[in-house]
């Protein structure tokens, strides 16, 4: 491959009119959520277009590659296509990465296709932005680990964070880097909430030794060596092995993260229809499959669909989506949503009556039961300690930051006294725990369907958090 280096400031004559590439530059620079380039005085307006490097391409294509470095040792690559007239791409790098070299700022783009095409983004979906969030909180914490060791930058540390960098590298491929810098800023307030919270609980001279996920089956196991057991799912996203003073103690303690946008809301656990079978009793047996099957049904037949499977059902929807040029919410999905409020209602009611049917009538067997089932949905079970560290905003700017503590919840719910009771409202089931003369708000069981009412035989249930403050006894 022949590649011609060139000199910007020598090719006047190929040269674009430098306040357009200015004012391209700049909004540039104001999408990526960041500053460079432009600078103003207070006597003068001072202009720095100049590229950091300028090659050809094989098929003759003339690439400006305009460089913006971080306080904290990262940066970025602007690339400017002449031919076309705009700005084709952008290469992100992250400290403890160096500089690229020119080679390598143009083999990053020798054989691409998007240097050649104006930049399409992707919209970023919850589960990879919540992804990004938490390696940008891992990566942070590391970060923390080796400033109080007095390790920062050393192989050590750079090998320690080139996992987490490598696959934070391939989840923000393709995002809109507005998108990747809000995750980026919930990612960092996250682990500076987690770095107080073990400052409050530990002690300010709190050390920490190791920093790990511990999101998959046996990682609390292998990441506390066997110190503490992994509960029915993990609760925490990563943890940490500190050393206390003055007591001299290691201690683990986990960290479930939570990123989401302002409107978003945080769903624990999304158990089956009939919530794991936990409920079931000699004396009585949970029938909300039982319900939300023939309610779904009963959708379906309304719709005139009764005689197709809910694979044939979806496609169907598919089709009419294509001919109302919507990706969702098509006019038959609104109106089957409507009848199936029925439905979720009548499940909402039984495991209302279930539950009244376990206090009432089994006693205390009938709390235990509905503790235990609590536990596992709300990830309690996993003898770790962890809070939960939610970080909610739109905007960088506006990103704050909720800590759940469930220590305290836990104490409530592994308490034998504990006794709780149930309300209904619509689709969904608020659950009280009565606990030392209060009643506490645990969770709430809300059913729906993974899709749409058409496409799927029976709901599931999302469980959230409760408010977890003190409220007057609630009324059945």
Do not use: C
């Not at 606990?435 to 993974?450: E, L, M, R």
């Amino acid at each position: 491959m022949d590649v011609k280096i060139t000199n910007a400031s020598k090719e006047s004559s190929v040269e674009m009119d430098r306040q357009k590439l200015k004012l391209m530059i700049k909004e540039s620079a104001r999408q990526e959520n960041i500053g460079f380039f432009i600078t103003e005085s207070r006597k003068k307006r001072k202009s720095h277009t100049k590229s950091h490097h300028t090659f050809r391409t094989s098929d003759g294509h003339t690439v400006d590659v305009f460089i913006h470095t971080k306080k904290d040792g990262g940066g970025k690559a602007v690339y400017h296509n002449r031919e076309l007239n705009g700005i084709v791409k952008t290469l992100h790098w992250f400290h403890p990465a160096g500089h690229p070299t020119n080679d390598e700022l143009e083999n990053d783009l020798h054989h691409d296709k998007k240097l050649y095409e104006a930049v399409e983004y992707t919209k970023m979906d919850s589960d990879t932005g919540g992804r990004i969030a938490e390696k940008h909180a891992i990566i942070k914490m590391i970060d923390f680990k080796h400033e109080q060791n007095g390790t920062s930058g050393s192989d050590e540390h750079k090998s320690e964070l080139s996992s987490h960098m490598e696959e934070l590298s391939k989840l923000s491929e393709g995002r809109h880097s507005d998108d990747v810098q809000l995750r980026r800023m919930h990612g960092h307030a996250m682990a500076n909430a987690a770095i107080e919270h073990l400052k409050t609980t530990y002690g300010n001279k709190v050390r920490i030794l190791r920093v790990g996920s511990v999101s998959k089956p046996g990682d609390i196991e292998r990441f506390t060596k066997g110190r503490h057991t992994d509960g029915q799912e993990n609760p925490s996203d990563f943890a940490v092995e500190v050393h206390n003073h003055p007591e001299n103690q290691t201690h683990f303690h986990g960290f479930s993260l939570k990123s989401l946008g302002s409107g978003s809301t945080h769903t624990t656990r999304q158990p089956g229809i009939n919530l794991d079978n936990m409920l079931d009793h000699p004396s009585r047996k949970l029938q909300t499959e039982k319900i939300s099957r023939e309610a779904n049904q009963e959708v379906a037949d309304r719709m005139g669909l009764g005689h197709m499977t809910p694979a044939e059902r979806g496609r169907y929807i598919d089709s009419i989506r294509a001919l109302e040029k919507k990706t969702s919410r098509s006019s038959i999905e609104v109106k089957a949503n409507g009848y199936a409020q029925t439905g979720k209602a009548a499940v909402a009611e039984e495991l209302h009556n279930h539950i009244q049917h376990l206090t009432t009538n089994v006693g205390e067997e009938g709390h235990h039961m509905i503790g235990r089932m609590l536990k596992r949905h709300l990830g309690l079970d996993s003898s770790m300690p962890y809070i939960t560290v939610k970080a909610k905003g739109k905007t960088p700017e506006k990103t704050k930051v909720q800590i759940t503590n469930n220590d305290s919840l836990d104490k409530i719910l592994s308490n034998p006294k504990t006794r709780y009771s149930s309300q209904r409202k619509g689709s969904v089931v608020n659950i009280f725990a009565h606990h030392d003369g209060n009643v506490v708000h645990i969770a709430k069981y809300d059913n729906k369907p993974h899709s749409n009412v058409l496409k799927n035989a029976v709901n599931y249930f999302n469980v959230r958090m409760g408010n977890n403050s003190s409220k007057n006894e609630p009324t059945n």
